[in-house]
């Protein structure tokens, strides 16, 4: 029932800047929290930053003070955006979306974020 796509990873040289989308289905999305989440190669997957339905964040250690998420619930629509990138930032970046009641996590189907050094 809930369908989410991402967009916006590319190849880009450290330094660089990328601004990553992720458009949901549905009415659900407006009382749901948001998340970006990434995977490297033969790693687990972690969380890279956290929106709430209220709009407060937080982000993974790695990525704080240079990654800032938003939202817009009028357009269904998560942002990352990412500056100062590092090669150690590559990976499968994927939208998710929280169930507020149950815990469960809808994914998207990824986007590639590869930056070269």
């Known amino acids: 029932q809930v369908q989410l796509v991402e967009s916006g990873g590319a190849l880009v040289q450290a330094g660089g800047s990328l601004r990553l989308s992720c458009v949901a289905s549905g009415s659900i999305f407006s009382t749901s929290a948001m998340g970006w989440y990434r995977q490297a190669p033969g790693k687990q997957r972690e969380l890279v930053a956290i929106?709430?339905?209220?709009?407060?964040?937080n982000y993974a250690d790695s990525v704080k003070g240079r990654f800032t998420i938003s939202r817009d619930n009028a357009k269904n629509t998560v942002y990352l955006q990412m500056n100062s990138l590092k090669p150690e930032d590559t990976a499968a970046y994927y939208c998710g979306l929280t169930g507020s009641l149950t815990g469960r996590i809808y994914w998207g189907q990824g986007t590639q974020v590869t930056v070269s050094s």
């Open positions: 929106i709430t339905r209220s709009s407060s964040t």
